[in-house]
């Protein structure tokens, strides 16, 4: 049976690089049953561009473009639109970044292949390419060839590949949902955000995987939307994640609801004693240092 998708992008104010975006998306190997974009109340002429876009590839029938009544902040309005989706596969695409022409055809046939993956997270190459503003961290994982199942351990309690690379099941969105709304905030101290959360939720149900290969261009620059989070919260970003002020609090939130908030049926009670010994472990060697 053939899969059917869906690429949500949230925008705001992306003017200077939506149209590539765009055009990356719609001229896709494989393309997309559905897009959905919903414009956060932009100030700059993102509408007209979007709006224009669609109108001259005659993409009206399949590309779903509005722009929201009032301001939601970037969390919200990804997780709106995933309510709003109802095809087998759902990607997250960021407004700046540019995708391959085989990212969906790939991420399809990973799918298509392996039935216990609910979430995948691909590989990027940046731009510029010697850019020194976004990290390419490690991955956990076990598997022959290019795709690995990522593991339930403590280092992949972090989001090792950032949401615009990231493609997931609707069978994962009930358990997302659970994770954003009970786990509230990231490593940071932030609010929680729409791929950490998916990225926990495949975690705790073991469907997890990665695809050891680049499918999108990752744009790095400062006037992102998180840039700006992270210039606005500097005291928040001290060295890694791990070392950062907010990171015992992130492992207590999770510690907290794998013992008492989720469903227990959703989530793989494997991977929940493997991640309950390893926090509990970490909590105590962060609150008694040697």
Same mark, same amino acid.
């Given at each position: 049976m053939k899969l059917t998708s869906t690429v949500?992008?949230?925008?705001?104010?992306?003017?200077?690089?939506?149209?590539?975006?765009?055009?990356?998306?719609?001229?896709?190997?494989?393309?997309?049953t559905k897009?959905?974009?919903?414009? $956060?109340?932009?100030? $700059?002429?993102?509408?007209?561009?979007?709006?224009?876009?669609?109108?001259?590839?005659?993409?009206?029938?399949?590309?779903?473009?509005?722009?929201?009544?009032?301001?939601?902040?970037?969390?919200?309005?990804?997780?709106?639109?995933?309510?709003?989706?109802?095809?087998?596969i759902v990607f997250?695409?960021?407004?700046?970044?540019?995708?391959?022409k085989n990212k969906i055809s790939e991420s399809m046939k990973c799918f298509s292949e392996n039935d216990d993956m609910e979430v995948l997270v691909s590989d990027y190459n940046f731009l510029p390419a010697d850019q020194k503003i976004l990290p390419?961290?490690?991955?956990?994982?076990?598997g022959d060839g290019d795709v690995g199942q990522v593991i339930p351990d403590l280092h992949n309690l972090i989001i090792r590949r950032d949401g615009c690379s990231m493609a997931f099941k609707k069978s994962i969105i009930g358990p997302l949902e659970e994770v954003y709304a009970g786990i509230r905030s990231d490593s940071n101290g932030l609010d929680q955000a729409h791929d950490q959360a998916t990225w926990l939720a495949g975690l705790m149900r073991e469907s997890l995987y990665h695809v050891n290969?680049?499918?999108?261009?990752?744009?790095?620059?400062?006037?992102?939307?998180?840039?700006?989070?992270?210039?606005?919260?500097?005291s928040l970003f001290v060295g890694l994640p791990e070392e950062g002020p907010n990171y015992i609090v992130f492992l207590k939130s999770i510690q907290n609801f794998l013992l008492h908030s989720y469903s227990y049926s959703r989530f793989s009670k494997q991977a929940q004693q493997k991640l309950e010994k390893v926090i509990a472990e970490e909590i105590d060697l962060l609150a008694n240092p040697v």
């Amino acid at each position: 049976m053939k899969l059917t998708s869906t690429v949500i992008m949230a925008a705001f104010n992306g003017s200077k690089y939506i149209y590539d975006q765009l055009d990356s998306i719609a001229n896709q190997k494989l393309k997309p049953t559905k897009v959905i974009i919903r414009d $956060d109340c932009s100030t $700059d002429d993102t509408e007209t561009i979007v709006k224009n876009f669609i109108f001259e590839h005659d993409l009206q029938n399949s590309w779903d473009f509005q722009v929201n009544p009032e301001r939601k902040g970037w969390r919200d309005n990804f997780m709106d639109m995933v309510d709003q989706t109802n095809t087998d596969i759902v990607f997250f695409a960021d407004q700046d970044d540019i995708w391959n022409k085989n990212k969906i055809s790939e991420s399809m046939k990973c799918f298509s292949e392996n039935d216990d993956m609910e979430v995948l997270v691909s590989d990027y190459n940046f731009l510029p390419a010697d850019q020194k503003i976004l990290p390419k961290d490690t991955i956990d994982e076990v598997g022959d060839g290019d795709v690995g199942q990522v593991i339930p351990d403590l280092h992949n309690l972090i989001i090792r590949r950032d949401g615009c690379s990231m493609a997931f099941k609707k069978s994962i969105i009930g358990p997302l949902e659970e994770v954003y709304a009970g786990i509230r905030s990231d490593s940071n101290g932030l609010d929680q955000a729409h791929d950490q959360a998916t990225w926990l939720a495949g975690l705790m149900r073991e469907s997890l995987y990665h695809v050891n290969q680049p499918l999108m261009v990752h744009r790095a620059h400062l006037d992102s939307t998180w840039q700006t989070v992270r210039k606005n919260n500097r005291s928040l970003f001290v060295g890694l994640p791990e070392e950062g002020p907010n990171y015992i609090v992130f492992l207590k939130s999770i510690q907290n609801f794998l013992l008492h908030s989720y469903s227990y049926s959703r989530f793989s009670k494997q991977a929940q004693q493997k991640l309950e010994k390893v926090i509990a472990e970490e909590i105590d060697l962060l609150a008694n240092p040697v």
